[in-house]
C-alpha cells in the first residue's frame, strides 16, 4: 500500500504554479491570428536538449552555447572585410567607433531576435506572414532574398580571392567564382539534421579566423594609443560623404537582415519547456550566448581594420589604393614573411566565405518557408541563391577583373544596410507588442531604444541614398 503511495506521489501532475505557467504561454500564442503548424527548420526544431529550468546555470548555458557562433559568422564574413579594410586603409582608426556602434546594435538587435524566436514560437519570417496582408509579404520576402543574394555575392568574391591567393594567381578571380558553387557539397555532406554537429563545424572555422587574427595583431604591434583615440566619435564621419559611404556599408556588413530571421529561427532547435519559465529561461542564456559570440565578432573586425590602418594609412609608405583582399596579406609581410601572410590570410578568408555559405542557406531556408511555406532541400535552395549571385559576379570580374569585383563587393555590403529597416521594423513592432508577447513585451526603455535604432538606420540609409546618387559615388571605393 505504501508503494503504491509513493508511485501516486512520484507521478503527481503539474503543480498549481506549472499549470498557470503553461496557461500563459498558450495565451501568449493566441495572440496571433492563426496557430503556427509549421515549425521553423521543423528538421532540426526542439531537437537539441536542455536541462529544466532549476539545473544549474553551467548546464544551462551549455545547452544554448553554439548558437551565437551561427549568428557570428555573418558579422565577419567577406564582405566585412571589405568595408573593414577600406575604411581602415582609406580613414586610418577613424571608423572604430562605427564598428563599436555597430556591435552594439547588433547584440540588441539579435536579443530582441532571440526574445520573439522563443516566445511567440515561429520567426520572424512567419511572425510577418500571420501578422501582415499578403502583399506586403512579398514585398518583405523580396526584400529579404535580396539581402540573401547580397550577402553570397560576398560570400562568393571572398572565397574565390582565397582561392586566388592559395593558388599564386593561377585560378583567375572568375574562375574561382564558378569553383565556389560546388560548395552546396558542404551542405549536403553535414546537412542539417544534427544541429549540433553543423554548430561544432562553424566553431572551428570561426576559432581558426579568430587565431589568425590573434597572431597578426601580435606580429604587427599597431600604435595602440592612435587605435584608441578610434573609439572616439568625429563629427566627419556624417559630414564627410566618402566617409559615411563606408560607415553605413560596415553597419550593412555588421548588422545583417537575414540574421534576424536566423535567430529568431534557430533558438527554436533548444527543447526547452514551451512554458513562461522555459521561454525565460531561452532569452537569459540565449542572449549571454548571442552576446558573447559577436564580442569575438567585434575583435575581428576591428583587428581587420586595424591591420589595414597600420599598414595602409598610417605606415612608412601610405596607399590606400592597394586595400584589396588579394592585396591586404601585404600588410602581414614584414612580420611573418610574404608566403606566410598570404597563405594565413587567404586561409581566413575562405574559411570565412564557406562559413557564411552555411547559414546563408539556412536564412535562405527560413525566408522561404516562414513567407511562401514553400519547403525547398538545402542544395536547391543554396543552388538558387548562388546562381543570382555567381552570375554578375563572374561577368563583373571577367569585364572588370579585380577592381570591378571589389567595387561590387562593397555596393553589396550597402545593400544590405538599405534592406536592414525592413527586417527591424517588423521585429521592434512584435516584441513592443503586449498582445503578441504578454509579459515578455519590450519595456518602455527597450522600446524606445528600438525605435530610435530603427529610425537611425532609415535615416542613415535615406541621407546615404541622397548622397550618393547626387555625387555618383555607389560602389565606388573597393578593390580585390
Known amino acids: 500500500m505504501s508503494e503504491t503511495s509513493g508511485e501516486d506521489e512520484d507521478n503527481e501532475g503539474p503543480t498549481d504554479i506549472e499549470r498557470a505557467d503553461q496557461s500563459e504561454s498558450e495565451q501568449l500564442l493566441l495572440g496571433w491570428r492563426k496557430p503556427n503548424k509549421m515549425p521553423s ?20 548555458l551549455g545547452a544554448f552555447v553554439g548558437l551565437g557562433f551561427m549568428i557570428s559568422v555573418g558579422y565577419i564574413d567577406p564582405g ?13 582608426y577613424t571608423l572604430l567607433i562605427v564598428i563599436l556602434m555597430a ?26 506572414r500571420d501578422a501582415y496582408p499578403k502583399w506586403v509579404c512579398y514585398i518583405l520576402w523580396l526584400l529579404a532574398e535580396i ?42 555532406a553535414f546537412g542539417t539534421h544534427n544541429f549540433r554537429s553543423l554548430e561544432m563545424f562553424v566553431f572551428v572555422l570561426c576559432a581558426v579566423i579568430t587565431g589568425c587574427f590573434v597572431y597578426e595583431l601580435t606580429a604587427v604591434k599597431p600604435n595602440w594609443v ?42 527554436q532547435t533548444r527543447a526547452y519547456p514551451r512554458t513562461g519559465a522555459g521561454k525565460r529561461m531561452a532569452i537569459k542564456y540565449g542572449s549571454i550566448d548571442s552576446s558573447l559570440s559577436l564580442c569575438v565578432a567585434f575583435f575581428v573586425n576591428a583587428a581587420i581594420l586595424i591591420l589595414a590602418g597600420a599598414a595602409f594609412h598610417y605606415g612608412t609608405n601610405p596607399n590606400p589604393g592597394v586595400a584589396s583582399l588579394s592585396e591586404a596579406y601585404r600588410l602581414l609581410a614584414p612580420a611573418v614573411g610574404q608566403t606566410a601572410a598570404k597563405y594565413l590570410f587567404a586561409v581566413a578568408l575562405l574559411a570565412s566565405g564557406q562559413n557564411s555559405t552555411i547559414t546563408g542557406t539556412l536564412s535562405g531556408q527560413v525566408v522561404m518557408e516562414g513567407f511562401l511555406h514553400i519547403s525547398l532541400p538545402p542544395w536547391v535552395r543554396r543552388l538558387i541563391t548562388r546562381a543570382i549571385a555567381i552570375i554578375p559576379a563572374a561577368i563583373v570580374a571577367g569585364v572588370l577583373g579585380n577592381e570591378g569585383a571589389g567595387k561590387l563587393l562593397v555596393l553589396s555590403q550597402v545593400i544590405l544596410s538599405l534592406q536592414l529597416p525592413f527586417a527591424v521594423i517588423p521585429l521592434v513592432h512584435f516584441t513592443s507588442s503586449r498582445k503578441k508577447m504578454g509579459r515578455f513585451v519590450n519595456s518602455w526603455t527597450v522600446f524606445l531604444l528600438a525605435a530610435f535604432v530603427a ?17 555618383n559615388e555607389f560602389g565606388g571605393a573597393g578593390d580585390v
Not at 556591435?103 to 510577418?128: T, Y
Not at 572616439?232 to 545583417?256: E, F, H, Q, R
Open 455 to 471: 529610425l537611425l538606420i532609415v535615416v542613415l540609409n535615406m541621407y546615404l541614398i541622397v548622397v550618393s546618387i547626387k555625387n
Open 103 to 128: 556591435n552594439f546594435i547588433a547584440i540588441f538587435l539579435q536579443a530582441l531576435c532571440i526574445k520573439l524566436g522563443a516566445v511567440s514560437e515561429r520567426d520572424l519570417a512567419q511572425a510577418c
Open 226 to 267: 592612435d587605435v584608441g583615440k578610434g573609439f572616439i566619435p568625429k563629427g566627419k564621419i556624417v559630414t564627410d560623404p566618402a566617409i559615411l559611404y563606408n560607415a553605413i556599408g560596415i553597419l550593412g556588413a555588421t548588422v545583417m537582415p537575414h540574421n534576424l530571421y536566423l535567430h529568431s529561427s534557430i533558438i
Open 41 to 60: 527548420l521543423p528538421e532540426v526544431h526542439a531537437s537539441i536538449p536542455v536541462p529544466s529550468p532549476h539545473s544549474p546555470w553551467t548546464k544551462k
Open 80 to 92: 566585412n572585410w571589405a568595408t573593414d579594410l577600406t575604411g581602415g586603409a582609406s580613414f586610418g
Open 147 to 188: 539581402a540573401i543574394a547580397a550577402t553570397d555575392l560576398a560570400e562568393v568574391i571572398g572565397s574565390a580571392t582565397a582561392l586566388y591567393l592559395l593558388s599564386n594567381g593561377h585560378v583567375p578571380l572568375w574562375a574561382g567564382i564558378l569553383i565556389t558553387s560546388v560548395d552546396v557539397l558542404f551542405i549536403l
